[in-house]
Nanobody, 124 residues
Framework: QVQLVESGGGLAQPGGSLRLSCTAS????????IAWFRQAPGKEREGIAC????????EYADSVNGRFTITNDNAKNTVYLEMNNLKPEDTGLYYC?????????????????WGRGTQITVSS
């Protein structure tokens, strides 16, 4: 049974940094794509970054490009999202999601497995 567990959420000040982790388990596939999504109250879920762990190729949404970095550690089946220069509009519930394809997509419909999410609040 595939499981995704996010960690690292919390409160940050504008301009600050946080790092999220997403650890995947319950499968033996050596290739997959993991994406980070976020959802703010009253807004649609937004795909912000994804990584194909087979070659570490990445894709970012314009809203986070240059501020957020997604990386992977295949030995730990873990993907990280380093978030710098945080803004109040980055506040939301952050989810990681997985598909067993070489598919750098930021569309939630492309992902089959989801974590429960971790809250990020950016406020002074």
């Amino acid at each position: 049974q595939v499981q995704l567990v996010e960690s690292g959420g919390g409160l940050a000040q504008p301009g600050g940094s946080l790092r999220l982790s997403c650890t995947a388990s319950g499968f033996t596939n050596s290739y997959y794509t993991i994406a980070w999504f976020r959802q703010a109250p009253g807004k649609e879920r937004e795909g912000i970054a994804c990584i194909d762990v087979s070659d570490s190729s990445t894709e970012y949404a314009d809203s986070v490009n240059g501020r957020f970095t997604i990386t992977n550690d295949n030995a730990k089946n873990t993907v990280y999202l380093e978030m710098n220069n945080l803004k109040p509009e980055d506040t939301g519930l952050y989810y990681c999601a997985l598909n067993f394809r070489h598919d750098l997509a930021l569309n939630s419909k492309e992902y089959d497995y989801w974590g429960r999410g971790t809250q990020i609040t950016v406020s002074s």
